[in-house]
C-alpha cells in the first residue's frame, strides 16, 4: 500500500493538476475511461457489503448517491497524502500526534 499511496500522491495527484491547465504529460482525457471501471468495482464491494456483511449485522446502508459519487471522485484524494505523512513520521521515527 505504501508504494499505491505514493505514487498516486506524487504522480497522480499532480497529473490531475496539470491536466486541468491543458498539459496532459500523465494523466489525459482517456484516464477518464477507467471511471466505469472504478464505480462497477465499488459498486461490487458495496452490494457485498450489504447483503454479506450489513445484513448479518442487522444494519441497514443509507442510500446516498451523491454521497457515493463524491466518496468515489474525493476520498483517496485526501487519504493517500495523509498516509504518505504517516509513512514518513513512522520511517524518520518522528512523534506522531492523534
Known amino acids: 500500500m505504501p508504494y499505491l499511496d505514493f505514487t498516486y500522491t506524487f504522480c497522480w495527484i499532480p497529473g490531475l493538476i496539470l491536466a486541468c491547465f ?17 464505480l462497477i468495482s465499488f459498486g461490487l464491494l458495496y452490494f457485498y ?9 442487522h444494519l ?12 468515489i471522485l474525493i476520498y483517496q484524494l485526501i487519504m ?4 504518505v505523512w504517516g509513512y514518513l513520521q ?9
Do not use: C, D, M
Not at 441497514?60 to 466518496?71: H, P, T, V, Y
Not at 493517500?80 to 498516509?83: A, C, L, R
Open 22 to 38: 491543458g498539459y496532459f504529460w500523465i494523466v489525459g482525457p482517456l484516464t477518464i475511461l477507467v471511471l466505469p471501471l472504478t
Open 49 to 57: 457489503q450489504k447483503y454479506a456483511v450489513f445484513r448479518k449485522l
Open 60 to 71: 441497514s446502508i443509507r442510500k446516498n448517491f451523491l454521497g457515493f459519487i463524491l466518496f
Open 80 to 83: 493517500s497524502p495523509v498516509s
Open 90 to 98: 513512522e520511517f524518520f521515527g518522528s512523534k506522531r500526534v492523534w
